[in-house]
């Protein structure tokens, strides 16, 4: 639970940037383009836009209105403007990307089977992809990490289990196992057990010590 949250965070803050740059606040959004600009490439034409008449726009489109370039390095400080919106954050993969491992991490205790693509003749455009493969991603990753933690779990009760049964046993070992030992020389094997010690305190031959 406390990982699903602290995810949903990761993965909510993105969004925030362009709520908080539509408000005003554009030093708390700027703040967030810079945190996750170390996360993601940020090209603003593989990116959702908020509070603008379309949810993403083509290369033309953003060079029509910035900087007529190719260069990524330009194009990503584009982060929008009052007329298209503003950009997301994180790119449309690596929205698809957590936001599948968020999915993923809450149905996970109810996971089941999931049919995954369509029919031929329903191909995705260019743009969805990496969304939709990303979001695939993010869920298979989950399905494995959790699985992986979860194996590695049982590995650990298993172990503590196993320590506990050997302390166990080693227990009713020691209860079980004989409390005297009878010691008889040649010439007492005919005429019973002789118990005495010597004035030194030392067990002799027909001597009953205790050794438990």
């Not at 260019?126 to 049982?154: K, M, S, W």
């Not at 030992?181 to 027909?206: E, K, Y």
């Amino acid at each position: 639970m406390t990982a699903n949250i602290l995810l949903a965070l990761y993965t909510g803050l993105p969004w925030l940037a362009p709520v908080f740059m539509q408000l005003g606040w554009t030093g708390a959004g700027s703040l967030i383009y810079l945190i996750y600009s170390t996360q993601c490439h940020q090209l603003p034409q593989r990116s959702f836009f908020l509070f603008g008449p379309q949810p993403m726009y083509s290369l033309s489109d953003i060079q029509a209105v910035w900087q007529n370039t190719a260069n990524p390095l330009i194009l990503r400080q584009f982060v929008g403007n009052g007329e298209m919106g503003w950009k997301v954050a994180w790119s449309d993969r690596m929205v698809s990307l957590f936001t599948g491992l968020l999915a993923a991490g809450l149905l996970q205790p109810s996971r089941g089977v999931v049919r995954v693509g369509g029919s031929p003749s329903s191909g995705p455009r260019r743009e969805t992809l990496p969304v939709e493969f990303g979001g695939l991603h993010g869920c298979g990753d989950q399905v494995v990490a959790v699985d992986e933690v979860r194996r590695h779990a049982r590995e650990r009760e298993d172990a503590r289990l196993g320590d506990a049964v050997a302390v166990h046993v080693r227990h009713e070992v020691g209860r079980l196992r004989p409390r005297h030992v009878i010691i008889l020389d040649h010439a007492q094997m005919g005429m019973g057990v002789n118990h005495h010690l010597t004035s030194q305190g030392q067990p002799q031959a027909g001597d009953l010590t205790e050794i438990g």
